[in-house]
């Protein structure tokens, strides 16, 4: 017997495993480690391939039955130009890797070329499906800078309109996740349900999509008349209608088959590849900023975390429908506590004077001037805020250095950080399954890419 | 609100390995900033400031705390250790700051572009990269059109 640590046999001659004790080569054991060759350890134990974008087979022979086939960019299921590299072994994924870029425009580029006004207009195409948030996380950072305190009512406001844009991309989610596993009418469901809510936007900002509506100082404009009425019959109908598709999906069998148990990752994992948002917590770490470190009024509001157990495509499913109901009930308590005052920082270094100051006062008309003409001037300073969009930490970096336009601003984008975490949920999975995988990590490639 | 601390290069991976330690076991961030011809940036708190800034940001789950390092890097030799080996979900931050700054990273295990085509010339956040061309590089394109 060779001295192997990993030997079946155990020094007693116990066989546990009911292998033959005697061959005509010898006792079967497993070799040494160290004997095993590199190509065939990566094979096993490594998750994310490695090789140049634009490699089409692999290194070495290829005769053991592994190729290379690239699943996008146009694939409808990769919601956008997502493109990823799959080694598979019959069915059998084994490595992966995600390639990005496809939709790069330098935004942050643009954005050192923007006022504080323009930046807001810049960052809201980034994750076109919680605009508002994208705004909401770019002004949260300038006003880090800035050192100025917000009226009540504005910040409500961005809490309320965070939260319904949480419920439009996660009914969005619902929709393109079942369209990706095979439900069309689920799709059709969750864009009818979110365009209640985009239409909602639209009376408030103006647009349905790309709102620029949470500015530097506070709001674009002050929430419609008969505000109250439209949010209470929105969230009304959509938590009527979740239940509905609790039942349509949640227990259907098919859709079982596809989701549970495919696409595991560990909690482990997930913190170790900077995971967040509903894949951090379905992997069971109960970690939510707006929870555990809260910016705007959320320390104020009664809201549960929703975690996972086990961290499969079926546990980000369940956290994703309960968070819609969290948005709901978080909603409710905006609607019931909403202050009234200002709408923006009444700041005239942040805030134009209304129009009629400006023919009374000379201060009013110098105000109004520099800032049509050159914009809000913002301390030198650099500061990261972050927080949580429907997909997950989002942060922005911004460096000032006093003038007008951000010297550098970064966006921390969710979807970007998450797509590391495809490899090791697609491992070891069927090439089916990766469909439901990717469906369930919620990339948005603008944010990716930006 | 979150603590912030200056680093010279030759400290980054040690303070990294400490702060790991400690129970920053969260990359929220890493990032990265130009500053060109910026001749208010001399010396603060005993570190000299150079071109490159990379900028880390640490999460602690328990207790709830963010910390941020502003890691100095010359702009003669723009390369920084990878913290790769401690946070595996630095590989594509990293990928990225090489990619849109040009700053590489020892011991990073696939540092390759990940924004921009395998051919870019350049790194465009860069300050001293111009804007207002027309910068399309793409492959088989000539570039005398």
Redesign the interface.
């Known amino acids: 017997m060779s001295n192997s640590i990993y030997t079946v046999v155990r020094p007693d001659g116990d066989n546990r495993f009911g292998l033959a004790q005697e061959t005509s080569e010898g006792l079967q054991e497993l070799g040494e480690r160290s004997a095993t060759t590199a190509a065939a350890l990566a094979k096993e134990s490594g998750v994310?391939l490695?090789i140049?974008?634009?490699e089409a087979e692999l290194e070495g022979d290829s005769d053991d039955g592994r190729m290379i086939i690239n699943m996008g960019p146009q694939h409808p299921s990769t919601h956008g130009v997502l493109r990823i590299m799959l080694e598979i072994e019959g069915e059998t994924v084994l490595r992966s890797k995600p390639v990005?870029?496809y939709l790069?425009t330098?935004m942050?580029?643009t954005a050192e070329?923007l006022t504080y006004l323009q930046g807001t207009t810049n960052v809201t195409r980034m994750d076109y499906l919680s605009p508002l948030n994208n705004e909401l996380v770019f002004c949260l950072a300038a006003e880090?800078l800035l050192g100025i305190e917000l009226p009540e009512r504005a910040t409500w406001i961005r809490m309320l309109m965070s939260e319904l844009n949480r419920i439009a991309s996660h009914v969005m989610w619902l929709a393109t996740n079942g369209m990706d596993l095979g439900s069309t009418s689920m799709m059709i469901f969750g864009f009818r349900d979110r365009e209640m809510v985009l239409s909602f936007f639209e009376k408030a900002s103006g647009l349905r999509m790309n709102n620029n509506y949470i500015r530097v100082g506070g709001v674009a404009a002050d929430l419609p008349d008969g505000w109250e009425d439209d949010v209470t019959a929105i969230i009304d109908t959509i938590e009527a209608r979740t239940s509905d598709y609790d039942e349509l999906i949640t227990g259907q069998p098919i859709f079982r088959e596809r989701v549970v148990g495919v696409g595991v990752m560990s909690p482990e994992e997930a913190?170790?590849?900077?995971?967040s948002g509903p894949i951090l917590r379905a992997s069971g770490?109960p970690?939510d900023l707006r929870k555990?470190?809260p910016y705007l009024f959320y320390d104020q509001l009664d809201f549960d975390v929703i975690v996972g157990s086990v961290g499969d495509t079926y546990d980000r499913y369940a956290v994703r429908l309960f968070e819609i109901r969290e948005s709901i009930s978080i909603v409710r308590q905006i609607l019931e506590r909403m202050p009234s005052g200002p709408y923006r920082t009444l700041d005239p270094k942040v805030t134009p004077p209304p129009r009629a100051r400006i023919d009374e006062s000379m201060e009013a008309l110098i105000h109004h001037f520099k800032l049509f003409t050159e914009g809000i001037r913002i301390p030198p300073g650099?500061s990261?805020v972050?927080i949580e969009s429907p997909r997950g930490?989002l942060?922005c970096?911004m460096?000032s250095?006093g003038s007008a336009r951000p010297?550098?601003m970064?966006i921390?984008g969710p979807s970007?950080?998450n797509?590391?975490s495809l490899p090791v949920m697609l491992h070891g999975g069927m090439l089916a399954d990766a469909v439901a995988v990717i469906s369930s990590v919620d990339p948005v490639m603008g944010e990716v890419?930006? | 609100m979150s603590e912030v601390i200056l680093l010279k290069r030759s400290d980054y991976l040690s303070t990294v390995e400490a702060r790991h330690q400690e129970g920053y076991i969260y990359l929220a961030d890493l990032t990265c900033v130009d500053y060109l011809n910026d001749h208010t940036r001399a010396m603060e708190d005993g570190v000299q400031l150079e071109r490159f800034e990379l900028v880390v940001n640490l999460r602690s789950f328990a207790p709830p705390a963010i910390i941020r390092l502003r890691v100095q890097i010359p702009e003669g030799n723009p390369v920084a250790p990878s913290i790769f080996a401690l946070y595996p979900g630095a590989e594509a931050m990293e990928r990225e700051v090489y990619d849109l700054f040009g700053v590489r990273f020892e011991n990073h295990p696939d540092l390759t572009r990940i924004l921009l085509p395998e051919d870019w010339e350049g790194h465009p956040l860069r300050k001293d990269y111009g804007v207002g061309r027309v910068p399309v590089q793409f492959k088989e394109v000539k570039r005398n059109r």
């Open positions: 994310t490695r140049p974008e634009g990005v870029g790069h330098g942050e580029k070329n880090s913190v170790a590849l900077s995971a770490v970690w555990e470190m650099e990261y972050a930490e942060g970096y460096v250095d010297f550098r970064h921390r970007f950080v797509l590391q890419d930006r």
